[in-house]
């Protein structure tokens, strides 16, 4: 399956943070008559999950600290790496505490992302009510490790679809597009006019396309088929 125009390939995660009262993220609009609460001189300890005092994860994290941020913590992943955004004034005494609770909470989310075979399929058979009219019936949808450089692929004289792995923690609406180009695939083998016109009804189609791309970019991989 052939992914078009670029994207960022962000999954972001917004935790509020324990230094004052709930307020909105730092991106959003600010609230109408909302009383400003006065900064603590000494932020409490946050709360963290399981596990999350152990060693530094093996993974690449990025740090970043901004003046604007103050009662927020967000973590992403940005290709091979994990962005964390902290207000300016956290003690970094604290620092690789929220780095460690961050990451946790990152990977339960993408946890949840991840159907098992059984959930893909009945995905898969919803999709197709809803978008195609019910007409692509496969008779088998799963997911496989072999497909390093494509996303998903299906085989039109048996109705089989697999999906590649790298799909799993990815937003469910990218993954709604991957099932439905396979599954359209079951109805239009090429990518002709009358592939593309089976998928105008999902309404993240370019979106999703561009995600992808984004995704691949990071990674080098290049477009899969």
């Known amino acids: 399956?052939?992914?078009?125009?670029?994207?960022?390939?962000?999954?972001?995660?917004?935790?509020?943070?324990?230094?004052?009262?709930?307020?909105?993220?730092?991106?959003?609009?600010?609230?109408?008559?909302?009383?400003?609460?006065?900064?603590?001189?000494e932020p409490p300890e946050p709360t963290e999950p399981p596990g999350a005092g152990g060693?530094?994860?093996?993974?690449?994290?990025?740090?970043?600290?901004?003046?604007?941020?103050?009662?927020?913590?967000?973590?992403?992943?940005?290709?091979?790496?994990?962005?964390?955004?902290?207000?300016?004034?956290?003690?970094?005494?604290?620092e690789?505490?929220?780095v460690r609770t961050m990451l946790s909470r990152l990977d339960a989310q993408e946890q949840r992302r991840r159907p098992g075979d059984g959930e893909l399929a009945a995905r898969a058979a919803d999709l197709s009510?809803?978008?195609?009219?019910?007409?692509?019936?496969?008779?088998?949808?799963r997911w496989v490790d072999n497909q390093a450089n494509r996303?998903?692929?299906?085989?039109p004289s048996d109705g089989?679809?697999?999906?590649?792995?790298?799909?799993?923690?990815l937003p469910t609406w990218v993954l709604d597009y991957v099932l439905l180009h396979e599954l359209a695939?079951?109805?239009?083998?090429?990518?002709?006019?009358?592939?593309?016109?089976?998928?105008?009804?999902y309404p993240r189609t370019e979106r999703a396309r561009g995600f992808l791309e984004g995704v691949d970019s990071a990674a080098g991989t290049g477009p899969g088929a």
Request: contains cysteine; positive net charge; hydrophobic residues 40%.
């Open 96 to 98: 690789q505490r929220w």
């Open 185 to 201: 695939h079951l109805l239009e083998p090429g990518h002709g006019p009358g592939f593309w016109a089976l998928l105008e009804a």
């Open 151 to 155: 996303w998903g692929s299906c085989t």
């Open 55 to 94: 060693p530094p994860p093996a993974v690449r994290v990025e740090v970043r600290r901004s003046s604007r941020r103050r009662r927020t913590v967000s973590a992403y992943r940005d290709g091979d790496a994990v962005v964390v955004l902290l207000p300016a004034g956290l003690p970094p005494a604290q």
């Open 129 to 141: 009510r809803r978008y195609l009219g019910g007409r692509a019936v496969p008779s088998s949808v």
């Open 1 to 41: 399956m052939r992914t078009a125009q670029r994207g960022a390939a962000r999954a972001e995660l917004e935790l509020q943070h324990a230094l004052a009262l709930q307020s909105a993220p730092d991106d959003a609009p600010a609230p109408v008559a909302v009383a400003q609460p006065p900064e603590p001189a």
């Open 160 to 169: 089989t679809i697999r999906i590649s792995r790298r799909v799993q923690g």
